[in-house]
Structures are given as C-alpha cells and as structure tokens.
C-alpha cells in the first residue's frame, strides 16, 4: 500500500545552520504531498503541500520540491532558528480521504 | 485565523467505559475526519465524514467507534468500552472540499486519552 518514510530523528542543530529533512514516497498514483508541523502541546499545522511533479512548497522560510523521480519529498531551510524547534511530519494523500503519515522527525535547535 | 477546537484536552478513563470526544470543525467546511497518534507511533486515520455519514474508514475504526454530528457545529468520536490501547492522542480534522487530493485538511491539538 501507499507509505511515508522518514528519516529519524532527532536532528539536532545550532541556529542558524541548514536543515534537510528526508522523505520518500511510495504511492501507485501521483499523490499529493504535504509538510505537517507540531509545536510542543499544538496539533498539527500544515507547513507547505505540493500537488504534481516538480513542484515546490514553500512557507515560512521552508522548502520542499516534488520529485518523482526519487519518489522524495524532502523538506529544506537554509538558516533554522530556536522557534523551529517541532516534530515535522510528511504526508501523502491519493485519490482517498485520508492522509497517510511519516512516523515524525524530531527538530531540536540550540542557540 | 479559523480553527478547529477539541475538547478535552486530556481525558482520563476507566477501561471498559464510553468516552465521547467532541470537536467543533472550522465553521464553512463540509469534511471531517478523525485520526489517532499512539505514543511514539505514527498519526493514523480513523475515519472521514461527509453528509452526514462515514466516507472512508479504516480497519482500526471497529464496531467500538462510532462518529456523529448531532448539531449544526459539532462533530464527535464515540468509543464504546475503551480498552487500554485504545490511549492515544485523538486529532479532529476538517476540509473545505472534497475529491481534489489537493485540499488540505485542518487539524486541531488533539485531546489525550488516558485508558486506565
């Protein structure tokens, strides 16, 4: 079936330094890819999404480009901050109601 | 900004009794969903409802579950004799639209329940 894989965590950074995040796919269609963010004690808040191949989201200072050819949707940020800090999620959804998550990567950064 | 709200925050449950889980989705969309994340696993849909009935379900949404909208505002998840693994945090989910993969869905913080 369809599924999200994740790099595990935590990734641990200083301010300031790049961040990549991992993420692949297997899907038999052409998803929808999407980036979810939890705060501590938050839900879940949608980053950025991609909707077909070579697309790229971006939201607050953050990244991520559909490739199909990889099958990855990775996330990216050129300068993290404390605030960053958050469990970030990669999703896929694909001709069905339901979201179908990665397990969660960590971000932890220091100043 | 809209948001979707659940209440409780935490709920604290003999094993064996009904819980209800109550969330108010964000007030023009029409979808709803209801995931769970067990500590340290992956956030897993439970089910989605549109019109007034269940859309898609998944396997963990048994015969215990049941979801309704008894008023113009509320949507809630009802489990019937919870058993200890039914602990996990609960997310509500609402969605403006439907059939386009691309909507997103818009979750709330979730209430933890505890299965004692």
């Known amino acids: 079936g369809d599924s999200v894989t994740q790099m595990e965590g935590p990734v641990t950074l200083s301010e300031e330094a790049c961040l990549t995040i991992?993420?692949?796919?297997?899907?038999?269609?052409?998803?929808?890819l999407f980036w979810y963010v939890q705060y501590p004690g938050e839900g879940l808040q949608l980053l950025l999404k991609?909707?077909?191949?070579?697309d790229k989201g971006s939201n607050k200072g953050f990244e991520a480009t559909y490739r199909k050819e990889t099958t990855s949707f990775h996330l990216e940020k050129g300068s993290v901050q404390v605030s960053d800090s958050a469990v970030y999620f990669c999703?896929?959804?694909?001709?069905?109601?339901?979201?179908?998550f990665g397990t969660g990567t960590r971000l932890q950064v220091f100043p | 900004e809209p948001e979707v709200t659940q209440t409780p925050s935490h709920q604290v449950t003999q094993m064996g009794q009904e819980v209800i889980l109550r969330c108010v989705p964000i007030?023009?969309?029409?979808?709803f969903y209801w995931y769970r994340q067990i500590l340290g696993q992956k956030v897993e849909f439970l089910v989605s409802?549109?019109?007034?009935?269940?859309?898609?379900k998944s396997e963990i949404f048994d015969d215990q579950f049941s979801v309704e909208r008894p008023d113009g505002s509320n949507f809630t998840l009802k489990i019937r004799s919870t058993k200890l693994e039914d602990s996990a945090m609960y997310f509500c989910?609402?969605?403006?639209?439907?059939?386009?993969?691309?909507?997103?869905?818009?979750f709330g913080d979730g209430t933890r329940l505890s299965i004692l």
């Open positions: 991992n993420c692949t796919y297997t899907a038999t269609g052409y998803p929808s």
């Open positions: 409802f549109y019109n007034n009935e269940i859309s898609e």
């Open positions: 989910a609402s969605s403006e639209a439907y059939g386009l993969s691309n909507q997103p869905q818009h």
């Open positions: 007030s023009n969309h029409l979808y």
């Open positions: 991609a909707t077909k191949a070579d």
């Open positions: 999703a896929l959804r694909y001709n069905t109601d339901k979201l179908i």
